[in-house]
């Protein structure tokens, strides 16, 4: 049973803010559960990068309250399922905090292991396409969420 899932990036602005914020959408209404992110090494303080904020109100919703956090060994055993962006951010984690190992995944486990790309400082394009898969993986784990 996940009671917290917390969503790890590496600047906590852009990628895990987005599938934290899109996650809180699709579990509406289930108080039980709660939903964070958290960054590797995360621009502390920094709101939703303004590129990904566009993006998440043009599909109706508010990224104002998000503020950048730093993903402690605290912030990853706390949590119930971490859910990462690539490889690398996996192995990071496993390597750093070897406890959580058995519950930190890719977001895009359901997806044939897709890792998601660091939109950061690219093109709209980019982050629309970044948007599509986020939106997309994040529906694939919905069904794990109890």
């Given at each position: ?5 917390l ?13 934290e ?12 559960v709660?939903v964070?992110?958290?960054g ?10 303004p590129?990904?904020?566009t993006?998440?109100?043009?599909n ?11 993903a ?10 971490v ?18 190992s ?19 400082r ?19 784990w ?5």
């Amino acid at each position: 049973m996940f009671r917290k899932i917390l969503f790890v990036c590496v600047g906590n602005i852009c990628r895990s803010p987005t599938a934290e914020l899109l996650m809180r959408r699709r579990l509406q209404g289930r108080s039980n559960v709660e939903v964070s992110s958290a960054g590797l090494q995360a621009l502390v303080g920094r709101p939703v990068d303004p590129q990904a904020a566009t993006l998440l109100r043009e599909n109706g919703i508010d990224p104002d309250s998000h503020v950048a956090r730093q993903a402690t060994p605290s912030v990853l055993v706390a949590a119930d399922l971490v859910l990462v962006m690539e490889q690398s951010h996996h192995a990071r984690i496993v390597r750093e905090v070897p406890q959580v190992s058995g519950k930190t995944f890719l977001l895009g486990k359901w997806r044939g292991q897709q890792e998601i790309p660091d939109p950061y400082r690219q093109h709209r394009e980019a982050f629309q396409h970044v948007y599509r898969l986020i939106d997309d993986c994040v529906d694939s784990w919905v069904p794990y969420i109890k």
